[in-house]
C-alpha cells in the first residue's frame, strides 16, 4: 500500500486533491516556509494514513496508476461558455464520492488507473471529474466530488472509446445507451451498492435464467428493423464476439441481450439526408482542439432555437444548417488568428501592459467595429489598431538601420557567389574573434504593409573582403582527401579513439616516421584541415594491435552511462568533464575495451562521478504552458531548420528570452520557444508564398528587397 500511495502523491496530483480523493485531509500537514516570501509547505502524512488504515482494517486498494491532465474531463456542455459565470453562486459542499468508489473496487479486489480532470474558468462546478479505468471488467467510472454532479458508468469495447467518451459533455453520455447515470442518494452505503452493482455486472459469468426469457431472438430483431436475418444475425454476431456474456443458447435459438438489440436496431435506421457527423465536422474545422468545436457548436445551435444536433447511432449528428454557421464561424475565427496580431505579442513588441494597449486601441477605433476580439483564452488586436500603435516602444526599435555598405546574409552570400551553409559557417567562425567585433551587428530591417520587423544580422566590407581573400587562399589549395585522411574519419572507420589517435600522431611526426600530415581543404565543408598519408594509418593500426587489450574496471564509467545515471544533456557532461581534466584532478580518463562493444572508449573514474555529483548544474523546471520544444518546432519545418535556427540566434542576440532551457516530457534539459517565438518565425515564413525556398536560397535580405 505505501509503494502505491507513494506512486499517487508523486503522480503530479496537487497533495489536497489527493486528500480530498481519499477523504484523508485530516492527514494534511502545514509547515510555515524559512522564507518569507515563500508560502506554507503543505504535505501528506503517509505514514500516519498507512498506519491507521493497517490498524482499522480499512485497507484501501489505491490506482495501479494515477496522472493528472490539462484537459477538462466531461467539458461544460450548452449554456456555460460565459467567462465568469460561476462568480457569485454559492459554493456546494463536498461528497467524498471518490473514497466511496476506492472503497466498492477494495472490496471487489479491481485494479484500476486514475486520471484527474483539469477545470476552466469558464465552468460552474469547482471541482474537477476523476477518471477511473478497470481493465479488467471493461468498466470506465466518472466521478466527481461536488455536489449536484452525476457519475457515469460506461462499458468500452475498446481503449479508443476512452478518451472519446471523456471529451463528450455530460448531456452527450446520457443520450449513450451504453452508459448509466448515477445519482446521490443521499445515502453512502445505497449509493455505493449501486455502483457495485453497476462495476460488477461483468463478474457473473452468465446471466440468471429467469432474466433470458427477456433477450431477443434473432427473428424478434429482424421483425423490428424491417431487414433481413442474415444481415441481422451477423450483426448481432459481430457485437457478440466483443461481449460473450451477452449471448446464450436456448433450446434451439440464440438469444441476446437488450443492449446488442438495440445497438443493431440503431444501425438499421437510415442516416438523415444531408447530416454529418460531430466528428467528421470538426476535422474539416479549425478548431484543434474538440472540446473548443463542441463548445462552439452548442453556442451556435442556442441561436438557431435548438433541433439542431442529435445522437444518432452513438454519434452526434448536426444539421446542414449547423453546420454551415460552424463553418463560418470558423473561417472568420481562422482569420483572426491569421490577421490580427494576439495581445502577448503586442505586450512583447510595446513593453506595455495590456491595459495601456486596450486604452490606445479603444482611441484608435472608430465607430465602425471593434477592434478588440477575444478567442478562447487570447485577445486579439486589429491589425490598423495594431499598425497605429506599433512598436513605439518596442524593444526591437533600439535596432537601427545597418551602415551603407554592410550586407546581410544573403548579399554575402551573392557577393561570393558560394553555399549559404559554407559562408555562414565562415562568419560564424570569424565573429566570435574579437578583432572583428566591430564588423558585424544585428540591425533593424522592416516587411510588408504591417511594417514587420524582422531583426537581421550585418557584416561590414572588409569581413567581406576577408572572406573573399579566404577563399581566393583556399581555392589554390588542393582537396586534401587526395592527400590521406582526417583523424576524425580515421577513427569512425578504424574504431581507435580519437584520444589514442593525436598520441600516435605527435609520436608519429617527432620520430619522422614517415610522410608528414599536411593542411588541405576537406571536399564537403571547405575547411582547411589536417590530413594524413596512409602511412601513419598503417602505423596508428600497428601501435593499437600492439597495445595490451584491458577492460575497465567495474566502477569506472563512460560519459554517455553517466548521462543516463544523472539525466545530463550531452554538451553539460562534456563541459564537466572537460573542468576536471583541466584541472589536472587525478585519476585521468583512461581508454579502455567496452565490455559489452569490445570497442575502445574512454572511461571516469569514480572521482569523476562524486565530481560531477557536486558540480553538476541546478535542474531546469518543466516548461511554462504554451511553449514548444526546439527539437519538436524543428521537425515540423525541418525543410527550413538551418534558416530558423539563424533567425532565433539573430532574435536571440536582441534580447529577447524568447528561448529558455526547460525539462522536456522525458524529464531531460532541453531548449523551449516562447509562444511569441513561435508565432513570429511561422510568421516569417509566411511572408511569401517562395519565403522558404527565398530563404534557403539568398537569406532574408531577398525578402526585404
Not at 262 to 281: H, Y
Amino acid at each position: 500500500m505505501m509503494v502505491r500511495l507513494g506512486q499517487l502523491l508523486a503522480s503530479g496530483i496537487p497533495v489536497r486533491e489527493v486528500a480530498r480523493l481519499l477523504d484523508a485531509e485530516s492527514y494534511l500537514v502545514t509547515t510555515r516556509s524559512r522564507s518569507r516570501y515563500a508560502g506554507d509547505i503543505v504535505s501528506f502524512d503517509a505514514d500516519r494514513f498507512v498506519s491507521d488504515q493497517l490498524q482499522s482494517g480499512a485497507y484501501l486498494r489505491l490506482p495501479v496508476t494515477a496522472s493528472q491532465t490539462s484537459e477538462v474531463i466531461l467539458p461544460a456542455g450548452e449554456g456555460t461558455l460565459h467567462v465568469g459565470l460561476g462568480e457569485g453562486i454559492e459554493p456546494k459542499r463536498t461528497i467524498p464520492r471518490t473514497r466511496y468508489l476506492i472503497e466498492v473496487l477494495t472490496e471487489l479486489r479491481l485494479d484500476y488507473h486514475l486520471l484527474d480532470g483539469a477545470l476552466s474558468d469558464e465552468m460552474v462546478r469547482k471541482q474537477s471529474y476523476k477518471r477511473v479505468y478497470i481493465p479488467s471488467v471493461t468498466r470506465l467510472v466518472f466521478v466527481c466530488n461536488e455536489e449536484g454532479s452525476a457519475t457515469f458508468v460506461a462499458h468500452v469495447a475498446e481503449t479508443a472509446d476512452i478518451e472519446d467518451l471523456s471529451g463528450r459533455s455530460k448531456e452527450e453520455l446520457e443520450q449513450l445507451p451504453h452508459v448509466i447515470r448515477l445519482v446521490w442518494t443521499g445515502d453512502p452505503e445505497t449509493w455505493k451498492a449501486q455502483l457495485s452493482e453497476f462495476i460488477a455486472r461483468d463478474l457473473e459469468q452468465l446471466p440468471a435464467a429467469e432474466s433470458v426469457d427477456a433477450w431477443f431472438t434473432i427473428s424478434d430483431v429482424a421483425q423490428q428493423v424491417l431487414l433481413t436475418r442474415v444481415w441481422v444475425r451477423n450483426k448481432l454476431h459481430a457485437l457478440a464476439d466483443q461481449r460473450p456474456e451477452y449471448v446464450v443458447r436456448s433450446g434451439k435459438a440464440w438469444k441476446f441481450h437488450p443492449d446488442l438489440a438495440v445497438q443493431v436496431i440503431e444501425l438499421a435506421r437510415p442516416v438523415p439526408e444531408d447530416w454529418i457527423s460531430f466528428d467528421a465536422c470538426w476535422r474539416q474545422l479549425d478548431w484543434p482542439a474538440r472540446n473548443t468545436a463542441y463548445a462552439r457548436l452548442r453556442a451556435v445551435e442556442q441561436t438557431l432555437g435548438g433541433g439542431h444536433s442529435r445522437v444518432y447511432r452513438y454519434q452526434l449528428l448536426l444539421s446542414p444548417d449547423l453546420f454551415q454557421r460552424l463553418k463560418a464561424l470558423s473561417a472568420y475565427e481562422r482569420q483572426i488568428r491569421d490577421e490580427w496580431v494576439p495581445m502577448p505579442t503586442m505586450v512583447k513588441r510595446t513593453g506595455k501592459s495590456i491595459t495601456w494597449i486596450k486604452k490606445r486601441v479603444e482611441d484608435a477605433q472608430g465607430e465602425g467595429g471593434d477592434y478588440l476580439v477575444t478567442l478562447g483564452s487570447t485577445l486579439y488586436v486589429h491589425p490598423e489598431a495594431a499598425e497605429q500603435i506599433t512598436f513605439a516602444t518596442s524593444e526591437f526599435l533600439a535596432l537601427g538601420d545597418p551602415p551603407e555598405g554592410w550586407l546581410s546574409l544573403g548579399g554575402v552570400q551573392r557577393a561570393l557567389d558560394d553555399d549559404s551553409a559554407h559562408v555562414h559557417a565562415q562568419l560564424e567562425k570569424l565573429t566570435t574573434e574579437k578583432v572583428w567585433a566591430s564588423d558585424w551587428g544585428t540591425y533593424a530591417r522592416w516587411k510588408g504593409e504591417q511594417r514587420i520587423l524582422i531583426p537581421t544580422r550585418y557584416y561590414s566590407p572588409s569581413l567581406v573582403a576577408m572572406l573573399k581573400s579566404n577563399r581566393v587562399a583556399q581555392a589554390a589549395q588542393p582537396l586534401g582527401s587526395e592527400y590521406g585522411t582526417t583523424l576524425t574519419a580515421l577513427a569512425d572507420t578504424s574504431g581507435i579513439s580519437r584520444y589514442k589517435l593525436e598520441e600516435y600522431a605527435a609520436d608519429y611526426a617527432v620520430g619522422q616516421i614517415g610522410p608528414p600530415a599536411r593542411p588541405g581543404i576537406h571536399p564537403v565543408s571547405r575547411q582547411e584541415l589536417l590530413f594524413y598519408p596512409p602511412q601513419f594509418v598503417q602505423y596508428a593500426k600497428q601501435r593499437q594491435a600492439e597495445r595490451p587489450s584491458s577492460v575497465a574496471p567495474p566502477d569506472w564509467i563512460t560519459l554517455s552511462a553517466l548521462r543516463a545515471r544523472f539525466q545530463l544533456g550531452k554538451k553539460t557532461l562534456k563541459d564537466l568533464a572537460d573542468s576536471y581534466i583541466g584541472q589536472r584532478l587525478e585519476p585521468a580518463p583512461t581508454p579502455f575495451l567496452h565490455p559489452v562493444t569490445k570497442r575502445e572508449e574512454e572511461f571516469y573514474p569514480p572521482q569523476f562521478v562524486r565530481y560531477v555529483e557536486t558540480h553538476q548544474p541546478t535542474r531546469p523546471k518543466a516548461a511554462p504552458d504554451g511553449w514548444v520544444s526546439r527539437q519538436r518546432f524543428w521537425q515540423a519545418h525541418d525543410k527550413h531548420r538551418q534558416w530558423l535556427q539563424r533567425k532565433l540566434d539573430e532574435i536571440n542576440a536582441v534580447g529577447q528570452g524568447w528561448c529558455e532551457v526547460y525539462l522536456n516530457s522525458r524529464g531531460n534539459p532541453s531548449r523551449f520557444l516562447h509562444p511569441d517565438c513561435v508565432a513570429y518565425l511561422e510568421l516569417l515564413l509566411g511572408l511569401e508564398d517562395n519565403t522558404p525556398e527565398s530563404c534557403l536560397d539568398g537569406g532574408l535580405t531577398d525578402l526585404l528587397e
